[in-house]
């Protein structure tokens, strides 16, 4: 079935520091790929998003381009803010035969990232 | 816009005990999805509605977790009997239709079973 692996955390930036969070997936077909954020005491809300491959994701500063070839898609930013703190997760959805979505959302582990001062 | 809306927030019960819980969706939005996050986890799909159909339960406990979407806004789920392993945060999500996969999610319902 579909997997989304995410690397080890808890990550711990200072501030202005370069992020990377990788990110690689198993799945049948050409899913849509996503990163997903959760704030202290929220819901998740979605980062940002590619729907095929070499397509990069941007947003907040954040970007993830989809790498077929490597099954990847690490998120990356080039200077965190405390405000980053949060948990972050990478997601596929579910792709049939002929490339429609199902809609049903895989997700990873999940990466704790605290940035300090 | 309002978001989705999950009640309650908290819940603790005893183990064996039943519990459910309440989402409304954005408005308009035909599929609405039920997650469930356990601690260190990312969230797993229990089942996905379009409109007040199921589309995949596959993943739902059926002998304990049931959920239903009358009139196809609404939903429930709900969890009889409980047991220490159901512990975790319920997520409720939606969107406009099944092909579209930007899904918004709700608070969640965190719930502990002693």
């Known amino acids: 079935g579909d997997s989304v692996t995410q690397m080890e955390g808890p990550v711990t930036l200072s501030e202005e520091a370069f992020l990377t969070i990788n990110c690689t997936y198993t799945?049948?077909?050409?899913?849509?790929l996503f990163w997903y954020v959760q704030y202290p005491g929220e819901g998740l809300q979605l980062l940002l998003k590619a729907t095929k491959a070499d397509d990069k994701g941007s947003n907040k500063g954040f970007e993830a381009t989809y790498r077929k070839e490597t099954t990847s898609f690490h998120l990356e930013k080039g200077s965190v803010q405390v405000s980053d703190s949060a948990v972050y997760f990478c997601a596929s959805d579910g792709v049939n035969a002929g490339g429609t979505s199902y809609g049903k959302l895989t997700f990873g582990q999940g990466t704790i990232l605290t940035v300090h001062p | 816009e309002a978001g989705v809306a999950q009640s309650p927030r908290y819940k603790i019960i005893e183990k064996r005990q039943s519990v459910a819980f309440w989402c409304n969706p954005i408005s308009g939005h035909a599929t609405l999805y039920w997650y469930q996050q356990i601690l260190g986890q990312g969230p797993k799909l229990l089942i996905q509605?379009?409109?007040?159909?199921?589309?995949?339960d596959s993943q739902l406990p059926k002998d304990r977790f049931s959920a239903e979407r009358l009139k196809g806004v609404d939903s429930t789920l709900k969890i009889q009997p409980a047991k220490l392993e159901d512990s975790a945060v319920y997520l409720c999500a939606s969107s406009w239709d099944v092909g579209n996969t930007e899904a918004f999610f709700g608070q969640g319902t965190r719930l502990t079973v002693v």
């Open positions: 799945a049948t077909g050409y899913p849509s």
């Open positions: 509605f379009q409109n007040n159909g199921v589309v995949d």
